[in-house]
């Protein structure tokens, strides 16, 4: 291995380790979004239908809204699940110093952990959607579709970390982050489908999102999972052409941002 | 042969906003902001030989760890020139990350939930050092600082002197060619100050290391530096050998005598001497030049009822003091060594 993939391989390892440090916190992780799902999505859900579970709206009966919501879950698990929040912590309390100190660069650390949590989520996300299905929540589609819907679903991580990377790196500038975090969050939990399917929205709005990211995040994975069609390249290259576009930002952002930093409180 | 770190009038500059208190304070700033500019570092000029350890000393905010901050390449200076091995820091090459280590005694570098080991592996393939090395420096240093059996505890649960001998450890494990030492003994107890100024000499005689430290603790200046740079201001005030710095406020040796009975404070040997007493009258400290040091202290140990007599232990730690109480000593150093850089 070159020794470049080593330092890679080795900061894995150690993400790994510092990831599952505490038991009790793995654990949550695991039970956690699947208690939330039960006790707000399928609640509600179920509610909405009330009496008549096999009514549609909008192409949805209460089964099919369930599934939706169980891959939009399992979508968000992978795809959102890395939250990078203590980077503008680490920047604005002078904290990567010794990340600057190191001949292995800051971006490389933080992907390098970042692919760490993944193998982590990934695998909650299997031990998750393995008991919805054996308790017949849900059920997997192909293996092909199963296939894509994970492999997309790791690439939309990829652009979430480009954009929290983003976020972290404002830092250098602006004394908190969170509120563009949490502005960020909720903007796309309206528009990328993930409170609500798409088709529940009025058709202009739809057509217009398609030439955003923002469909490409959420519904069209959760499709993917619910085999259902929809030319696959269009989200690969979609997501693949906003990725660049975010790292090729970040990477401006750094340069001009490694200039104002004051490694204040060191 | 061309120094291995050599600064040219470095100079950093900082500028923050002023705010005042409160709400009102805050929709102000909004409108107009007043901005305060300041030179923490101030044409900065010196040459650093390979193998030297040097001092940086000066009070608290003259600009001794901005300094460090540009000599590792963390923040990048306002202007000047700055080369290390050939090397601008803010460039940040790999090769000179390489041959570096920063060690800050306020600060942890190493992965708080993790052990010290896991940490120590992960910055061996950061510096891509051969397991047969690694091995060899971890044996070396856990067993001269004694923290063998802690490498594989967490490094929360260490004390804190253990986890800056981990600090030490992890910051050398690469053996770099520069290293910089900020405050490695802050806050530490006696015992574990005296092992780790053992150990950085140990180091430096080995692999004749060029190392900067700073440090408030004139014990840690005097064990280890030879040459002492003094800051204040963000301006270079003192650069030379500590034997020099040691006579910034004149030659005379400071000595102090105790006595089994009250003395008689007029006498005409206590005259010119700048005699101070206790209240007993008991005990007498005395500023005696140089060249009559024997010979006065002949004369009272010989007609005075002495029960103990000392000479001034870390002579530094009284210049130290002084100048930082009296900063315009510097000011009016006309005439001084040629060490001095009178403002």
């Known amino acids: 291995m070159s020794l470049n993939l080593l330092k890679w391989w080795q900061t894995i390892k150690v993400s790994w380790v510092k990831y599952t440090a505490y038991r009790l916190n793995f654990f949550l992780q695991i039970v956690g979004p699947v208690l939330v799902f039960f006790f707000i999505k399928y609640n509600l859900w179920s509610a909405i239908y009330g009496e008549n579970p096999e009514q549609m709206i909008q192409g949805y009966n209460l089964k099919s809204m369930v599934t939706y919501h169980i891959w939009s879950m399992i979508v968000t698990m992978i795809g959102q699940g890395h939250a990078s929040y203590n980077m503008s912590e680490d920047i604005r309390m002078g904290r990567i110093s010794s990340y600057l100190i190191y001949p292995f660069n800051f971006w490389e650390f933080h992907t390098a952990s970042f692919l760490s949590f993944q193998f982590l989520q990934l695998f909650i996300s299997g031990v998750t959607i393995a008991i919805l299905v054996a308790f017949n929540f849900v059920e997997l589609p192909s293996t092909y579709f199963l296939f894509h819907g994970v492999l997309y679903t790791l690439f939309i991580s990829l652009f979430w970390f480009t954009l929290q990377y983003m976020a972290g790196l404002l830092s250098f500038w602006l004394e908190e982050t969170w509120i563009l975090r949490v502005l960020m969050g909720i903007v796309t939990g309206f528009l990328s489908g993930y409170l609500f399917p798409l088709d529940l929205y009025p058709d202009w709005l739809v057509s217009l999102l398609q030439y955003t990211p923002f469909p490409y995040l959420t519904y069209y994975p959760i499709k993917i999972f619910m085999g259902q069609p929809s030319p696959l390249w269009i989200g690969y290259a979609m997501i693949g052409l906003w990725i660049i576009i975010g790292a090729t930002i970040n990477h401006l952002i750094w340069k001009k941002g490694i200039k104002l930093y004051t490694a204040a409180g060191m | ?343």
């Open chain 2, 1 to 343: 042969m061309q120094s291995i770190i050599s600064s040219q009038k470095l100079t950093k500059e900082f500028q923050s906003y002023k705010k005042e208190p409160g709400f009102l304070g805050t929709l102000k700033s909004f409108v107009s902001r007043e901005s305060i500019r300041k030179k923490a570092v101030d044409e900065f000029s010196f040459n650093i030989e390979e193998g030297e350890i040097i001092g940086l000393l000066g009070p608290n905010g003259a600009g001794k760890t901005t300094l460090m901050k540009m000599f590792t390449g963390i923040i990048v200076p306002s202007s000047g020139e700055l080369s290390i091995m050939g090397h601008r820091p803010s460039d940040r090459d790999k090769q000179f990350r390489k041959n570096i280590a920063l060690v800050m005694g306020q600060k942890s570098q190493l992965w708080w939930d993790i052990p010290a080991m896991d940490s120590f592996l992960l910055l061996q393939r950061f510096y891509e050092v051969s397991d047969a090395d690694f091995e060899e420096r971890i044996e070396e240093m856990s067993t001269l600082l004694g923290v063998k059996e802690l490498l594989n505890v967490h490094v929360r649960k260490l004390s804190l002197g253990e986890r800056m001998k981990m600090e030490l450890m992890a910051s050398l494990l690469h053996n770099p060619k520069v290293i910089f030492l900020d405050e490695p003994t802050i806050g530490l107890d006696l015992v574990a100050q005296e092992n780790i100024r053992q150990f950085i000499l140990d180091f430096h005689r080995k692999n004749n290391t060029t190392i900067i430290i700073t440090s408030h603790y004139m014990a840690d200046v005097n064990a280890l530096c030879e040459r002492l740079v003094l800051i204040f201001d963000g301006k270079k005030a003192f650069d030379g050998p500590i034997s020099e710095f040691e006579k910034i406020l004149g030659s005379e040796k400071n000595v102090s005598f105790t006595f089994d009975s009250s003395q008689d404070t007029a006498a005409e040997i206590w005259n010119d001497r700048d005699a101070d007493w206790n209240e007993n009258k008991t005990v007498v400290e005395l500023r005696i030049p140089e060249e009559s040091l024997r010979e006065v202290s002949l004369e009272i140990l010989k007609y005075l009822p002495v029960t103990e007599f000392n000479t001034e232990k870390m002579p530094i730690e009284r210049v130290m003091k002084t100048l930082m109480e009296n900063p315009e000593i510097l000011r009016n150093c006309e005439g001084s060594g040629e060490n001095m850089l009178c403002r």
